[in-house]
């Protein structure tokens, strides 16, 4: 298959990232019983993302701090959608709940369709947008952080 006619799939993914140079310091566990792959990246800390390839992209997500963590949650946000492009152009931010706790997640997508490099340079933006978002502007108290 040439570049151009990639269509990713999780397996295929995994695997492609698997036979990388160790260099590019990926390491890669499959979530068993889901689509969901836990990517570790060595360049960014070993901070883990989380990638799922669907139907036309590849999302992937970082989970950040809680809400309930972050110092004026309503301010934080509301700053946040005022500076959102001039912070994190290549990334969104939103709020999920895990296990029924809110957490602030960053997210991404490539095409299903895109290369690998430029997969593998989602991921590093990615890792390296939360690891700047978290140390910049996280909370700075003693609770529970995931970043």
């Known amino acids: 298959m040439t570049e151009s006619e990639v269509s990713w799939t999780t397996r295929s993914l995994a695997d492609a990232l ?3 140079d160790q260099g590019k310091g990926f390491s890669i566990n499959h979530i068993e019983d889901t689509d ?3 990517v570790s990246v060595a360049t960014a800390g070993d901070f883990v993302l989380h990638v799922a390839v669907g139907a036309a992209q590849i999302l992937t997500s970082a989970i950040l701090w809680p ?3 972050q110092d004026d949650p309503e301010a934080f946000e509301s700053m946040m959608l005022r500076n959102h492009k001039a912070l994190l152009p290549l990334c969104a931010l939103s709020i999920d709940k ?9 997210f991404g997508a490539v095409s299903r369709n895109a290369s690998l490099d430029e997969i593998v340079e989602e991921f590093s933006v990615i890792a390296e947008s939360a690891l700047e978002l978290a140390s910049d502007i996280g909370p700075r108290t003693g609770k529970e952080s995931a970043a």
Not at 98 to 106: A, H, K
């Open 18 to 20: 698997i036979r990388l």
């Open 98 to 106: 895990v296990d029924g706790r809110e957490f602030y997640e960053l």
């Open 36 to 38: 969901v792959l836990e």
């Open 67 to 69: 809400r309930d963590a």
